[in-house]
């Protein structure tokens, strides 16, 4: 069992940026696989950064080159940090961790994001 809790959204202009965390209650040094995903209001959930301790870092293009997705396994969290941020950036950002670790998938509660001038 683990639960995720994300912090450090909020209200941010065109072009700036945000860095979104992701605490575990538990040590993830034996998680190999931990994701970013984000949904937009009206919208399905997206994948946007998945971090694999055996493969590296991975993004959706639409992010690519703008968001970094790190981690500390020494203070149980995940990092994504968001620059040059969009209107179309505005969305729930969740944590997850998907089956595999464990039988089953687990989400944090989210982080709004809003990028509006």
């Known amino acids: 069992q683990v639960q995720l809790v994300e912090s450090g959204g909020g209200l941010v202009q065109p072009g700036g940026s945000l860095r979104l965390s992701c605490a575990a209650s538990r040590s993830i040094y034996s998680i190999d696989v931990m994701n970013w995903y984000r949904q937009a209001p009206g919208k399905e959930r997206e994948w946007v950064a998945t971090?694999?301790?055996?493969?590296?870092?991975i993004y959706a293009d639409s992010v690519k080159g703008r968001f970094t997705m790190s981690r500390d396994n020494a203070k149980n969290t995940v990092f994504l940090q968001n620059n040059s941020l969009k209107p179309e950036d505005t969305a729930v950002y969740y944590c997850?961790?998907?089956?595999?670790?464990?039988?089953?998938?687990?989400w944090g509660q989210g982080t709004q994001v809003t990028v509006s001038s």
């Open positions: 997850n961790i998907p089956r595999g670790w464990s039988y089953r998938e687990y």
């Open positions: 971090s694999n301790n055996r493969a590296g870092t």
